[in-house]
T-cell receptor, first 109, second 117 residues
């Protein structure tokens, strides 16, 4: 099974952009790249997903490398509410999504 | 629109006992997935139910079993509890189903915290 590698933790200042990296060098051709985040004492929530092209939504942007071996989740202006654990996940369907340990994002006021 | 709900919130059991956890999916969602999240780790996929049939299973032993009901709510049953079963158990629902190509955003409940003593 393809795995993802993320930094254990990152810090950001409020109102500044945040780039959360994810390496997935053994990604298969059919794997989508999903990002979920988990706020304290809550279940994970969907952030964004993509296959090959960069994606934007109201929460974030997802930049996918041309060889698909890495991706970056971009939060354009971090707020205190964005402090969470961010998971980069590979999977074709949502019955084979493989979570790693994620990146704990701290946002400083 | 009611989100995903889980019961109970917390549960304490002793080794060897059996436990049943419950999940009500978000309105209109016909697919339910269960995850186990140990402290400090990411969720691990246990299994998924689609229209009352198991539709995918992770690397968990048979003592982890489940059901989905006609209203799409679901149960997770764990027999012969072990200390390592202590974890947060998360339920997630999605729509319209599992066919296709990973578009199906999952909506997670708040989880049930199980402690096995």
């Amino acid at each position: 099974d393809a795995k993802t590698t993320q930094p254990n933790s990152m810090e950001s200042n409020e109102e500044e952009p945040v780039h959360l990296p994810c390496n997935h060098s053994t990604i298969s051709g059919t794997d989508y790249i999903h990002w979920y985040r988990q706020l304290p004492s809550q279940g994970p929530e969907y952030v964004i997903h993509g296959l090959t092209s960069n994606v934007n939504n109201r929460m974030a942007s997802l930049a996918i490398a041309e060889d698909r071996k890495s991706s970056t989740l971009i939060l354009h202006r971090a707020t205190l509410r964005d402090a969470a654990v961010y998971y980069c996940i590979l999977g074709y369907n949502n019955n084979d999504m493989r979570f790693g340990a994620g990146t704990r994002l701290t946002v400083k006021p | 629109e009611t989100g995903v709900t889980q019961s109970p919130t917390h549960l304490i059991k002793t080794r060897g006992q059996q436990v049943t956890l419950r999940c009500s999916s978000q309105s209109g969602h016909n697919t339910v997935s269960w995850y186990q999240q140990a402290l400090g780790q990411g969720p691990q996929f246990i299994f998924q139910y689609y229209r009352e049939e198991e539709n995918g299973r992770g690397n968990f032993p048979p003592r982890f079993s489940g059901l989905q009901f006609p209203n799409y709510s679901s149960e997770l049953n764990v027999n012969a509890l072990e200390l390592d079963d202590s974890a947060l158990y998360l339920c997630a629902s999605s729509f319209p189903g599992t066919s296709g190509s990973g578009y199906n955003e999952q909506f997670f409940g708040p989880g049930t915290r199980l402690t096995v003593l």
